[in-house]
């Protein structure tokens, strides 16, 4: 019987280390919240009811093992005794060190509301803390009660007691090693025999339980009102459009192209400076002056010809549109309005840095003084791309 | 009765051992190869016939079919001729099948890197391999069964179940999939279109993990622990129970690699509940293993064989468990098209079919050299190095699998994708990889001292090619023990057998392939949706060459963090003419279904040359051979043919007319590169390729998808 002792031992360890390491959640939970702040009493007591229970199964299960132990006290089965030890000290540290970490996270939600209102993941940890206790105290008393009508069969009985794991005993409704010969079939090939075992229980609620799933899935999915996955699209994009309304609502990023306003400050130009490097890049180079050789594919943003028009509004324009018949795509789904204003910004800020391998000009030299009618150079953005294509190769 | 006496046959036995041991490590360095790709590109070499894209189809196949492959010929021809107490029937087919079986890897081995595949994963053998395949394959069954009728054992051995079942549905699986129309000797298109060629693949894909990677092995389990722990097996109902519960299920399951696709919703719905009914089943294979070691757990703590078996055993418990979980839609959400998959994959693989092949081998070259290990202790560096290289491998990409899926949907308060740009998401990988290809690496050292250390085992004892045996051969005068269970009687009746399990597996294909294939709801058509162009066509079939769908896939699923980053989300009708469809199953790279017009011809042209140049820290190899090679239009003329035939409506005629409008189109887009300072010549592979790209996904604008969805 010496699994007995064993498992004894290692489920009162995590049993002690789960409770100490609640408690002490409980601890640090409670004490910086002033009493009068709490409103919900409930939680609280349900919280001490639960931490209570556990105490108490606790001390059930130590005076279960106390007995056991006693009744165990004979020489054979304590054999191996500190390799036990051990072992329970370390499955000990280890349950300990993983509830802590619960702890912290329990902890965390518990700091960041004002008030002590159970969470529901540390009424679900106590919870399941006490069905845990629970569980090891049942089949502790289990044990003990196979071990005392053992104790009492003859002397000559007891030397075959039959060693039954929970495996071997009612989960698997196991015939025992002893008696296998009873269920051996009367076959064999090349030497292999079979035993003629019942299916194991819980392997056979679990089929049954998958294949109850499997019809109640059909029934709801195929024949009841179970949403196909275009309505759970539907219903996510739904959501989606509602919260974005609602971060639209605030002004402060409510920028267009008609009202995009140049932004000079250091912070702005350094977000823009940051997207600009990470999604910019890719055409137009890190310099902004794309490159000669090899030819880069986006226009060289650092000199004063522009192809879709400069200054704010037109840069603003051409970010937030693209151009897709020149490759400029879109950046609308990808930008909020404000970080579309920082880009261009950033971009205004390189005119004249003059960057190495810097591509040639092309498009029309603009100038920003209002010289030239804003409308102008909007208008021709908005003609056929024939238009620009002769711009461009005029550059050339 | 007198008794008999005959000789097994150790030859093949030995053949096989050789075979299976030589492509395992073949296999694995291959597979080591392209996990160094994923960290570097470097390792691409920068040779067209060592890219990614060609070398994964190699490693898969490598380690599928030539490893495991040869893995299963071994076991079963050990353990066959031993169950059924008789030799082979034919040596002489014993022979074909082992030349036969070398030949087809061999081709595939040539084959595979100068990309010619048929661009369909696991299948990606052209045609004239898949009839070599199936001929073969039929010999093996051929030899089995006839074997199998001149047994002097009346009744069959769960072992031979198994067996049987592998046969029946490999062959179903095999030839139902590779229908495909010839062009040429290295070309050929899959017979299905879109859905209904994602469906039929994934319905083989998945049972050639079922029927090739599992039940025969389970059928090797049933042998060879049962021998190696000298224990009865733990419970014969339970074998009958979770053998037919498991070819029955198994079947239907395969539309779960397809869930939020646009394959119709029912079918995917088929895939979920079956997976998940396929747990117990599995378990019930496992348990039978496991408990069978019951009263016998002080070998396993001496015995490499039962070591290497029982964590094959367990591998297989964990990864038949994770396998439904992934197959819930809500979690398939998560982990499909990550490294989670990969993970999965190389639990199954490199725990419970490469450890159980190791496992037989420990147990099998002893015996036939009639001797015992050279070196325990070696034995035993390789279980620990070997289970440890399996956890290195699978956690970094269950990190790397966890941390993509949640950087693609996370997005930000402003209503944006947090990581627009998908590199962002592949360079965070980049330590992953690398601990990936660490953990592959000490895998396979654990491999070489394997082979270093049956190699000293064989020389140091004496092959015994025939085996003496005997036992009475079986009497037509049987009665039927009283009260025998009504499985017993099919135990004796092969035929029935093999009746039982063709039906029991073909049931779960048909009602899922058959209705897809004849109901037109299934795939609402689109009007706007028209054939590729010659050009196009040509393209796609060099981005079928190049194996680009092993890292992007081509579905865009209904999700507002696919539709944000990608564009509208894939529809069923928009595949109707691809032969075969190029969903793929992994993105690596990002998905290219409506690539097309988004970027520029010269951001593609610069892209193919240099990715990095266009996307700096990108893991994506170069293509330059791409610029140099000539598009070759000989074959296009016969391509349009065989389209036609598909059901592909090109006007009468043609196939004639082809060739000039691929140049002209070739030519407006080497015009297109000349704007932007690119000079190419338009006979280029580049040309077809961009001309591809800029096609996908372009025939449906978002009116047209809304009316389409009216329409379902």
């Keep these: 019987m010496k699994w007995f002792n064993n498992r004894t031992r290692l489920l009162s360890a995590v049993a002690l280390s789960t409770l100490l390491a609640t408690s002490a959640s409980a601890q640090e939970s409670v004490v910086p919240v002033p009493w009068e702040n709490i409103v919900s009493a409930n939680d609280t007591a349900v919280f001490w009811v639960l931490a209570s229970f556990a105490v108490l199964l606790l001390i059930l299960i130590w005076v279960v093992a106390g007995v056991t132990k006693g009744l165990l006290s004979d020489t054979e089965l304590w054999k191996g005794k500190w390799e036990q030890s051990a072992k329970a000290v370390a499955v000990f540290i280890g349950t300990s060190m993983l509830l802590s970490a619960t702890d912290t996270l329990a902890q965390t939600e518990v700091a960041a509301s004002p008030l002590f209102e159970m969470s529901d993941g540390l009424f679900w940890i106590m919870v399941v803390v006490d069905a845990f206790l629970l569980f090891v105290l049942l089949g502790m008393l289990y044990n003990l009660s196979s071990l005392i009508k053992s104790l009492r069969t003859t002397e000559a009985q007891a030397e075959v007691v039959v060693e039954k794991s929970i495996w071997e005993g009612s989960l698997s409704a196991a015939v025992p090693l002893e008696q296998e010969k009873d269920i051996l079939m009367d076959h064999e090939y090349d030497g292999i025999m079979e035993l003629d075992n019942k299916l194991p229980p819980w392997w056979l609620y679990m089929f049954y339980f998958t294949i109850a799933f499997g019809v109640v899935y059909t029934i709801y999915y195929e024949f009841s009102d179970g949403p196909s996955q275009l309505d759970e699209y539907n219903t996510e994009m739904a959501i989606a459009a509602e919260q974005k309304a609602a971060f639209l609502a605030n002004a402060a990023n409510n920028v267009d192209e008609s009202t995009a306003m140049l932004l000079t400050d250091a912070s702005s130009i350094s977000n823009g400076k940051a997207k600009f490097e990470t999604l910019c890049v890719a055409c137009h180079a890190k310099s902004g002056g794309s490159t000669q050789v090899p030819m880069g594919v986006g226009p060289n943003l650092t000199d004063e010809y522009w192809i879709h028009g400069g200054g704010m509004q037109n840069i603003f324009k051409t970010i937030k549109y693209g151009v897709p018949a020149k490759g400029m795509i879109s950046w609308e789904a990808q930008l909020t309005p404000v970080q579309i204003q920082e880009v261009a910004s950033y971009i205004i800020s390189l005119q004249g840095t003059n960057p190495e391998n810097a591509k040639e000009p092309q498009g029309d030299i603009w100038v920003e003084d209002g010289a030239v009618a804003p409308a102008a150079p909007t208008d021709s953005t908005e003609q056929a791309p024939v238009a620009e294509a002769e711009t461009a190769s005029a550059a050339e | ?712």
Excluded at chain 2, 212 to 234: D, E, Q, W
Excluded at chain 2, 340 to 358: D, K, R
Excluded at chain 2, 565 to 593: C, I, M, N
Aim: include cysteine; charge should be neutral.
């Design chain 2, 1 to 712: 009765m007198e008794k008999e006496t005959f000789r097994y046959d150790n030859s093949i036995v030995r053949k096989f051992a050789f075979a299976t041991m030589a492509f395992g490590i073949i296999g694995m360095l291959v597979g080591l190869t392209a996990a160094l790709q994923m960290v570097d590109p470097w390792f691409n070499f920068l040779t067209p016939y060592l890219t990614f894209g060609r070398i994964r189809p190699l490693h898969t196949n490598a380690v599928i079919f030539a490893f495991v492959g040869n893995g299963i010929f071994m076991g079963v021809y050990y353990s066959l001729q031993r169950l059924l107490k008789t030799r082979m029937w034919s040596d002489a087919l014993s022979n074909i099948n082992f030349w036969g079986w070398q030949l087809i890897i061999l081709s595939a081995v040539v084959t595979l890197p100068l990309g010619i595949t048929t661009g369909k994963e696991y299948a990606e053998l052209e045609w004239w391999i898949d009839i070599c395949i199936a001929l073969i394959w039929v010999v093996f069954g051929l030899n089995m069964f006839m074997t199998i009728l001149k047994r002097r054992e009346r009744h069959l051995y769960v072992a031979i179940w198994f067996y049987i079942a592998t046969f029946v549905t490999v062959a179903m699986l095999h030839i139902v999939n590779s229908f495909e129309l010839p062009v040429s000797f290295f070309k050929s298109y899959s017979w299905y279109a879109g859905v209904q060629d994602a469906l039929v693949q994934w319905w083989y894909g998945h049972n050639a993990v079922a029927f090739f990677l599992t039940t025969p092995y389970l059928g090797l389990m049933y042998y060879f622990i049962p021998k190696a722990s000298n224990r009865p097996v733990y419970s014969y109902r339970l074998s009958i129970v979770h053998f037919w519960a498991l070819i029955f299920i198994y079947i239907w399951a395969g539309p779960h690699h397809l869930l939020y696709t646009a394959l119709p919703d029912w079918a995917q719905n088929l895939g979920v509940v079956f997976s998940f009914m396929l747990i117990a089943p599995s378990w019930g294979g496992m348990l039978n293993g496991l408990l069978t070691l019951r009263g016998a757990w002080d070998r396993v703590r001496e015995s490499a064989v039962l070591k290497f078996m029982v964590v094959a055993v367990t591998c297989y418990g964990m990864s038949t468990f994770e396998g439904p979980m992934m197959s819930l839609k809500n979690v398939n959400a998560i982990s499909h098209f990550t490294d989670w998959t990969i993970a999965h994959v190389h639990i199954g693989g490199l725990g419970w079919n490469g450890f159980m092949t190791f496992g037989i081998l420990y147990y099998l070259i002893p015996k036939l050299w009639n001797t015992k290990m050279y070196s325990d202790k070696l034995s035993d560096f390789h279980f620990w190095i070997g289970t440890l290289g399996i956890i290195l491998y699978a956690l970094p990409m269950y990190w790397a699998g966890f941390t993509q899926s949640l950087m693609w949907k996370e997005f930000t308060a402003e209503g944006f994708l947090a990581y627009p740009n998908f590199l962002e998401t592949v360079t965070q990988l980049k330590p992953m990889y690398a601990a990936r290809a660490f953990g592959g690496g000490i895998y396979i050292i654990g491999v070489i001292a394997m082979l270093y250390n049956l190699i000293m085992t064989m020389k140091q004892g004496t092959f015994q090619p025939e085996e003496e045996a005997s036992a009475a051969p079986l009497t037509n005068d049987y009665t039927a023990h009283k009260g025998e269970g009504w499985h017993r009687a099919i135990e004796r009746r092969p035929i029935q057998m093999l009746v039982f399990s063709l039906v029991a597996v073909a049931i779960g294909g048909a009602i899922e392939i058959i209705p897809t294939m004849l109901i037109d709801s299934n795939i609402p058509t689109i009007a706007s949706v028209k054939p590729y162009t010659p050009l196009e066509l040509e393209g796609r079939d060099i981005y079928i060459r190049e194996g680009c769908y092993n890292c992007h896939s081509q579905m865009i699923r209904p999700f507002r963090s696919e539709t944000e980053r990608y564009g509208e989300y894939s529809k069923a009708g928009e595949f109707v003419y691809d032969h075969p469809f190029q969903w793929g199953s992994k993105r690596t790279g990002p998905d290219l279904h409506r690539i097309g017009a988004k970027y520029s011809d010269s951001w593609h042209y610069n892209h193919m040359w240099d990715p990095a140049s266009m996307s700096p820290g990108t893991i994506m190899p170069s293509y330059p051979w791409l610029f140099d090679s000539e598009l070759s239009t000989d074959l296009t003329a016969g391509k349009i043919r065989a389209m036609q035939t598909l059901g592909v409506p090109y006007e009468e005629g043609y196939d004639q007319l082809a060739v000039e409008d691929l140049n002209a189109q070739a030519q407006q887009i080497a015009d297109n590169l000349k704007k932007d300072g690119i000079e190419v010549l338009p006979q280029t592979e580049i040309v077809a390729l961009i001309a591809y790209l800029q096609r996908l996904g372009t025939d449906i604008k978002v009116k047209d998808a809304q009316a389409a969805m009216v329409n379902q």
